[in-house]
């Protein structure tokens, strides 16, 4: 359970910025941590209550460390979207208690679905197992949601498999590649260019404009990866021809 006080009145009380006519930004910190992310998905939600009952708020967009709160300047001024943010910061009370959901995601690794698998292994002086046995130990935390719609930024990644962006991007890679790039590792949700060593693919589509809520994962999220079979690659990915066959969480949350 993620228990996120988002009381201000400390020397790490988070800084609120403009950044446009419509926009403003709460940094948190400037460190990427799980803390962090959990005092910025619970000023998030605080808002998400707050944007029911207050005109011209429009939405927030979470990341790893601050928070955008898109406002209509027509309609509430950035005094009064201050307020409303000061309202939630300085309210020694609330506290946001969620039970993060937990993704059990299947992921053939290596061959045709892991091109880079055995080139990194060799950079990390390792064996092709090691690489995914140490891939797939972490709970993974999904930090942010962006870039692309639904890709999924993980925070967690074995430090011993962090590698550099590949000198020579790829031009396409497919949708559910699973790839390492830098400190992060993460599943793209749509094909499109890439940097990232592609180590792995899963079934799972992260992105489905068939449901009325295209995106599988969000932040706060919690992802763990599980090998399957090229064999079991085929069966899952099979099953998503019906419309109505989505992936469910193990715990918490809603789909």
């Known amino acids: 359970m993620t228990s996120a006080t988002l009381s201000s009145c400390s020397s790490n009380a988070p800084r609120i910025l403009t950044a446009g006519d419509g926009t403003l930004l709460v940094e948190f910190a400037n ?44 309609t509430i001024s950035p005094a009064g979207v201050r307020d409303v943010i ?31 698998l055995h080139a990194l292994a060799e950079r990390h002086q390792l064996e092709p197992a090691d690489v995914i046995a140490r891939h797939r130990a972490p709970v993974y935390r999904v930090f942010m949601v962006g870039f692309l719609p639904g890709f999924a ?35 793209a949700s749509v094909p499109g260019p890439s940097g990232w060593h592609l180590i792995g693919r899963t079934p799972w589509r992260s992105f489905d404009l068939r449901h009325a809520q295209p ?29 109505g066959y989505r992936p469910q969480p193990r715990t918490g949350g809603h789909s």
């Open 215 to 243: 995106f599988l994962f969000e932040a706060g999220d919690e992802i763990v990866f599980t090998p399957i079979s090229e064999d079991e690659f085929a069966r899952i990915d099979a099953l998503h021809a019906d419309p």
């Open 31 to 74: 460190r990427i941590d799980a803390d962090t992310n959990a005092r910025v998905l619970a000023l998030a939600q605080a808002l998400r209550a707050q944007q029911r009952k207050t005109c011209g708020l429009l939405g927030v967009v979470p990341a790893y460390r601050s928070l955008s709160i898109r406002f209509d300047p027509l």
């Open 86 to 116: 000061a309202r939630c910061l300085d309210t020694p009370a609330i506290a946001i208690h969620t039970l993060p959901r937990r993704w059990d995601v299947p992921v053939c690794y290596g061959g045709a679905y892991g091109e880079d």
């Open 153 to 187: 930024y993980l925070g967690g990644l074995d430090p011993i498999l962090h590698t550099p962006r590949r000198a020579m991007p790829r031009s396409h890679t497919p949708a559910g590649s699973v790839n390492i790039g830098g400190q992060q590792t993460a599943i």
